[in-house]
């Protein structure tokens, strides 16, 4: 029989996360619409850097937020304590945990469709980075564009057609 696995693990297992990194914590505040998962490593774990041969201790630490997908429809934040180590010519450097940032290894090329903002920096990278991409753009940010536009077109109407004073919300309203 399979033991249940815990809240933690589920998360570990979801996120990709192996030893010596691991779900310290998670907090989930359903009024803000948010899930905080709380990520740490095995105290006394010794880190390779790229470049430099071995494996160096922890000199300090950092908590590096980082945003996730969605999970459902509640924004996702991941707070990772992120060590520096002491490397042998005596600098200090961030290490940065391997599972951050991959697209599962995937190429590129590899990636048919992506669902973004409007924002012209997403709109570049994407353009850069991700060429045989589709780009679909959220729906909360084309409804958010095309209400202010809607309103725009409203607002200068009504100066020559009084009637449409007062409609703002009918109009924007669904």
């Not at 297992?13 to 490593?41: C, H, M, N, S």
Request: hydrophobic share 40%.
């Amino acid at each position: 029989e399979l033991e249940p696995m815990s809240q933690t693990q589920l998360f570990e297992a979801a996120l990709g996360i192996k030893a010596p990194w691991y779900v310290q914590g998670v907090d989930f505040d359903a009024a803000r619409r948010e899930l905080t998962i709380a990520v740490d490593f095995v105290a006394g774990t010794r880190f390779p850097y790229p470049g430099v041969a071995g494996e160096h201790p922890a000199h300090d630490t950092q908590i590096k937020p980082l945003r996730h997908l969605n999970f459902f429809q509640h924004e996702c934040y991941l707070e990772v304590r992120v060590p520096r180590v002491r490397l042998p010519d005596g600098s200090v450097r961030l290490v940065e945990p391997d599972w951050v940032g991959k697209e599962h290894n995937a190429a590129p090329g590899q990636i048919e469709s992506v669902s973004i903002d409007m924002s012209a920096a997403f709109i570049k990278g994407v353009d850069e980075h991700l060429p045989d991409a589709r780009v679909t753009f959220d729906k909360f940010h084309v409804v958010a564009h095309a209400s202010k536009a809607l309103d725009g077109v409203r607002r200068a109407q009504q100066k020559t057609d009084p009637s449409l004073k007062g409609m703002r919300w009918s109009l924007l309203k669904d």
